[in-house]
């Protein structure tokens, strides 16, 4: 059968795509990589997105203005964001909910503990597996044809124009327009490494481990390139947290997250701390010490804590390697106890305690000692001691496809007509670098709608002009 739209992906914004462009009466396909049971990409794993609202509405409080939001981005990205793209995501995710709540998506009140995100970011009621289950279900409902195990290995283009998707097995599959949401290439392992490259005899690329899915391989983002499409973002570039080291290396999702670094110190495995761990507030900074883990000898670090830590975090799935003694935790950790001890001593010789606040920039901090402890430096002296090791743990890449406010792709400056592209595989335009929680989805639903909208217009003209051709 000839479509009229092919989605391409099968997580947020390849649903958004797929929903708009049916809504707007096109016939849709949707091919997803994944199997059913593992359908959804890193989007299964999200719990939120971030809303722009001039006033307390449902589940957000207070108010978080467009210039606000727009100057949040701004500071992550460092200016690398196109402003027309990030100000049409920011006014569109002030309205985007009904639209959601219509396909099923529910919201909640966001639980304590979540980062400080109540008032800008809302809360998905069963996460993002529940959102996903809702698109899928209201997709079925309005007659989009849904295909798993369907990996698209590349694309029959003309002159910039979509004309086929060509299935790993080799079937070819034809529609009037497509949209490519198939997110970035994070778990494509290889690519990875290479982009990481070689530092000082290791791969650190090697240690990774993928907080989401499996299937966002980059095939598309590949292929794309070769066929000379322009493209954003930098692939040594993606969003890094330091994960529990015994998460698996795909799929480990939220869970496997360690919030306690700025409670205690962290070391490297020779027993050294490596940077500031009080710097500023744990959600402005626990997406750097991916890459600062990822740098260390053997890409591993250790958080370590004592018992005034316990019970003012978000308690991690694992529990962490615990001893009533400090010479104790390092054996238990397999760490050098002299460099270990010699580090910890210091450490604790060099706190000035002020007032503890965890909520505020406090005036603990630590006096003569490098790298220095800026805020919350207590001293480690109350046992039982826990120390946690840590991984890098990507969330996704940067490296994408260039775009414009109608979600299309672009070839040597020039907008495609019925290709267009959405989610991951553009972030890039919005998000050139740094991450604010909460925007992945907001970039996904703005142009995955868009992109749905654009590709059942240039459907509709394409199968004029085949209806004219015909008679
Ligand atoms: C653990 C975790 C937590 C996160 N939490 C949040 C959060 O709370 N809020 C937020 O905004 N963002 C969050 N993010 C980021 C967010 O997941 C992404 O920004 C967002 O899901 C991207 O949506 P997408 O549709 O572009 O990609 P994805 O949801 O990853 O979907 C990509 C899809 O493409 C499919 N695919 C890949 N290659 C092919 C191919 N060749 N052919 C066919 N299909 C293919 C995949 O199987 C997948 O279904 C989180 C990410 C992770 C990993």
């Given at each position: 059968m000839h479509y009229d739209v092919v989605v391409i992906g099968g997580g947020n914004a390849a649903l958004c795509a797929a929903l708009t462009a049916r809504e707007a009466g096109a016939s849709v396909l949707l091919l997803e990589a994944a199997p059913r049971e593992w359908r959804?990409?890193?989007?299964?794993h999200t719990r939120n997105l971030r809303c722009m609202h001039d006033a307390p509405q449902d589940v957000l409080l207070e108010a978080y203005p467009e210039e606000e939001y727009w100057q949040d981005l701004l500071k992550v990205t460092g200016g690398k964001t196109n402003e027309e793209l990030a100000r049409l995501t920011i006014r569109d995710s002030a309205q985007c909910r009904d639209w959601m709540r219509r396909h099923g998506v529910h919201f909640q009140k966001p639980l304590s503990g979540t980062l400080h995100l109540a008032r800008t970011n809302a809360f998905f009621m069963g996460g993002g597996k529940a959102l996903v289950n809702a698109y899928y279900r209201s997709a079925a409902r309005l007659g989009v044809d849904i295909r798993y195990d369907t990996p698209i290995h590349t694309l029959e283009l003309i002159h910039g124009q979509f004309v086929a998707a060509h299935t790993a097995q080799g079937e070819r599959i034809t529609a009037h327009a497509c949209v490519l949401a198939a997110g970035g290439f994070e778990s494509n392992l290889p690519w990875m490494r290479e982009a990481w490259g070689e530092v000082n005899g290791e791969w650190?690329?090697?240690?990774f481990l993928i907080r989401g899915t499996r299937f966002n391989t980059g095939t598309l983002i590949d292929f794309m390139q070769r066929a000379g499409a322009d493209m954003i973002g930098d692939p040594s570039q993606s969003h890094c947290v330091a994960i529990?080291?015994?998460?698996?290396?795909?799929?480990?999702?939220?869970?496997?997250?360690?919030?306690c670094v700025s409670l205690g110190v962290m070391v490297n495995r020779h027993g050294e701390r490596f940077y500031d761990?009080?710097?500023?507030?744990w959600p402005k900074r626990y997406a750097i010490w991916g890459r600062l883990v990822a740098q260390q000898p053997g890409q591993i670090g250790y958080a370590i804590i004592d018992?005034?830590?316990?019970?003012?975090?978000?308690?991690?799935?694992f529990p962490g390697v615990k001893a009533d003694t400090l010479e104790g935790l390092a054996d238990a950790l397999g760490l050098p106890r002299d460099a270990f001890m010699h580090t910890l001593n210091n450490y604790n010789a060099a706190c000035r305690e002020g007032t503890f606040d965890h909520t505020v920039l406090d005036d603990c901090h630590t006096e003569g000692?490098?790298?220095?402890?800026?805020?919350?430096?207590?001293?480690?002296?109350?046992?039982p001691f826990t120390g946690y090791a840590l991984r890098p743990g990507i969330t996704f890449t940067y490296l994408g496809l260039k775009t414009n406010a109608d979600s299309a792709v672009h070839f040597a400056g020039q907008p495609s007509e019925n290709l267009f592209v959405a989610g991951e595989m553009m972030a890039g335009n919005v998000l050139g670098q740094g991450y604010t929680a909460g925007v992945g989805m907001t970039i996904g639903t703005t142009f995955g709608r868009i992109a749905g909208a654009r590709a059942a217009t240039a459907a509709a003209g394409q199968s004029q002009t085949h209806t004219r051709g015909a008679a």
């Open positions: 959804g990409g890193n989007s299964q650190p690329a090697d240690q529990d080291a015994r998460a698996p290396l795909y799929d480990g999702g939220i869970c496997t997250r360690v919030d761990e009080g710097e500023d507030f018992a005034k830590a316990i019970g003012r975090f978000m308690p991690p799935v000692l490098t790298p220095a402890k800026t805020h919350w430096a207590r001293s480690i002296d109350v046992p």
